[in-house]
Nanobody, 122 residues
């Protein structure tokens, strides 16, 4: 069993930055792939980034250069650094865990956090 708690969301102006954190509990958190997804009322939940236990990462093509994902297994934390934010990045961001391999598919992640709101607006 893995429990996930996201933090770090908020409101920011276009061009600004935010750092989201996902703190996990449970024996398997540090050994599974952890991912970030986001969702708006108009769109299905979409993949943002994921990171394996060894630090290997997968990032959505459209976010390369602006978003980075990292993890600190000693602190059971995965961080999503978001730079040069745009209004279209506005969404609820969800942390997910449980995939045994690199993945961008929602179905591969069995554990989900409650989500944190990110709003980018001038």
């Amino acid at each position: 069993q893995v429990q996930l708690v996201e933090s770090g969301g908020g409101s920011v102006r276009p061009g600004g930055s935010l750092r989201l954190s996902c703190e996990g509990s449970g024996r398997t958190f540090t050994t599974t792939t952890v991912g970030w997804f986001r969702q708006t009322p108009e769109k299905e939940r979409e993949f943002v980034a994921s990171i394996m236990s060894d630090g290997s990462t997968v990032l959505a093509d459209s976010l390369v250069g602006r978003f980075t994902i990292s993890r600190d297994n000693a602190k059971s934390t995965v961080t999503l650094q978001m730079n040069n934010l745009k209004p279209e990045d506005t969404a609820v961001y969800y942390c997910a865990a449980g995939s045994p391999y690199p993945s961008s598919r929602r179905a591969d992640f069995g554990y989900w956090g409650q989500g944190t709101q990110v709003t980018v607006s001038s």
